[in-house]
């Protein structure tokens, strides 16, 4: 599976921003996909993830209640929306396949296997 991430920019702290990814290659049938995040001198860290066919979703706590991750499951897409964005906030945004990822480690990097090309969220204080 191929992944095209888009919908990164620079916005001011309050606003919002939409993130996509496009699976492409075939119809993307695993288990879950997530989307991730690497600030500059950090390591990258689990932002958010859905089950595919469920719907459940999963977000680290510093998103909650402020960034919402949804799928568009027939046009193989993925959708994280951010809203009150904080400078915080500011990293590379991946978005990534889990195939075969069990529920508990849903939030753990090693679960996931293709990755997108990143794309950048900066927010300005």
């Known amino acids: 599976v191929q992944l095209q991430a888009s919908g990164g920019g620079l916005v001011q702290a309050g606003e919002s921003l939409r993130l996509s990814c496009v699976a492409s290659g075939r119809s993307y049938s695993g288990i879950a996909m997530g989307w991730f995040r690497q600030a500059p001198g950090k390591e990258r860290e689990f932002v958010a993830a859905i089950k595919w066919s469920g719907g459940h979703t999963y977000y680290t706590d510093s998103v909650k209640g402020r960034f919402t991750i949804s799928r568009d499951r027939p046009k193989n897409t993925l959708y994280l929306q951010m809203n009150s964005l904080k400078p915080e906030d500011t990293a590379v945004y991946y978005c990534?396949?889990?195939?075969?990822?069990?529920?508990?480690?849903?939030?753990?990097?090693?679960?996931?296997?293709?990755w997108g090309q990143g794309t950048q969220v900066t927010v300005s204080s």
């Open positions: 990534a396949t889990a195939p075969r990822v069990i529920t508990s480690a849903i939030g753990v990097l090693s679960s996931y296997d293709d």
